[in-house]
């Protein structure tokens, strides 16, 4: 059980981190966003940060294989990404890895299978 709590708040903390840098910044908090974090959890490595004020000026703190460090920030546009309500019946297949590998105002977001550039969502 409590791998499964673990596994939903990495989940729901690299969902966060897409969220465009307009929805109103902590303070400290840089513009930008991370990347998406598709590398193995590593559990057993120690944050190297807490906010994006311990990282050099262009680099953010960011969730990688489960533990925070500063990398380099990317761009984000403007909306969010629409919720995908699908499941995948197969193997996952990313098409774009951020919001600049996607033409106009599309976004890099997460679907069922993977990540494609898509319309940002209305509202």
Known sequence: MRFWSL???VVL???GSQLPAASGRKK????GGCPPDDRPCLLSVPDQ????S???STMKCCYQACFRQCIPRVSVKMGSCP????RCLSPTKHL????SDCSGKKRCCHSACGRDCRDPARG
């Open 7 to 9: 596994l939903l708040l």
């Open 13 to 15: 903390l690299a969902g």
């Open 28 to 31: 400290g908090e840089k513009s």
């Open 49 to 52: 940060c807490t906010d994006d």
């Open 54 to 56: 311990q990282c050099p």
């Open 83 to 86: 919720e995908d309500r699908l």
């Open 96 to 99: 774009c890895r951020q919001d």
